[in-house]
């Protein structure tokens, strides 16, 4: 992607359109990136959460946790049904649940099941106490989401602002564009330009960041 955008600016706008280009992909990459990151790590949390309530509940109906792990697993999304299909497979062999876990993104979940196994705390309540806490996380990072959203407009409106300025230069007849292409001194000035709108995004994204879900 990033290539491609430098080559296309390239062919319209010199070495400095190149590279400019490139700069400013990266960047969009960089926070489409960061963004689905963000999405998928809040969807993971929210089945997480769902999922040790389901959970809970059959453990205190007096399933035994291989057989309540296997029935969460099976009506759970992809990231949580795997720590559960995990949980499921090794307390069937009798294995130790707590060193399973320790290997998934369910680090709660294995401090939570070594405090019952070493201090003989209900299984099902410290799973709950989890499930309480994953719950909460995801609501601050939905709230926080929500929150930002009027902001990352605002970027994204100030961070278009000098295209339509150089598109009010071709209409008022000043000639921007050519400028930048043609001259040395416009090819210095549209990879500066370039470099600062990246930072600026980049600034305003790390301002904006959600918590971790």
């Known amino acids: 992607m990033v290539a491609v955008a430098g080559a296309l600016l390239g062919l319209v706008a010199g070495v400095g359109g190149a590279l400019a280009g490139a700069l400013l992909a990266s ?34 109906a007096g399933a035994h946790p291989a057989a309540a792990a296997a029935n969460t697993a099976e009506d759970c999304a992809p990231p949580a049904a795997e720590v ?14 707590e060193a399973a876990l320790a290997h998934t993104d369910a680090a709660p979940l294995a401090r939570a099941w070594r405090l019952a196994d070493a201090h003989g705390v209900p ?7 989890v499930g309480r806490d994953l719950d909460r996380r ?5 709230q926080v989401r929500a929150r930002m959203a ?8 100030l961070a ?8 009010l230069g071709e209409f008022s007849g000043a000639g921007p564009v ?10 210095v000035l549209l990879v500066l330009g370039a470099v600062l709108v990246c930072a600026g995004l980049r600034w305003c994204a790390h301002l904006t960041g959600e918590a971790p879900g």
């Not at 926070?31 to 509940?57: I, M, N, P, S």
């Not at 559960?84 to 649940?97: E, L, M, Q, S």
């Not at 278009?160 to 598109?167: C, H, T």
């Not at 050519?178 to 090819?187: F, I, K, P, S, Y």
């Open 27 to 60: 960047v969009l990459w960089r926070e489409h990136r960061d963004r689905v990151a963000r999405r998928d790590r809040l969807a993971a949390t929210a089945a997480l959460a769902a999922g040790l309530k389901a959970f809970t509940a059959e453990l205190r």
């Open 138 to 142: 995801a609501a601050f990072a939905r």
């Open 150 to 157: 009027g902001p990352r407009a605002s970027v994204a409106v």
């Open 84 to 97: 559960f299909d995990t949980i499921a497979t090794t307390a069937a062999r009798g294995g130790d649940v």
């Open 160 to 167: 278009a602002l000098p295209v339509f300025g150089l598109l």
């Open 123 to 129: 299984l099902a309540g410290a799973l709950e106490a």
């Open 178 to 187: 050519q400028v930048l292409r043609t001259t040395l001194a416009g090819q």
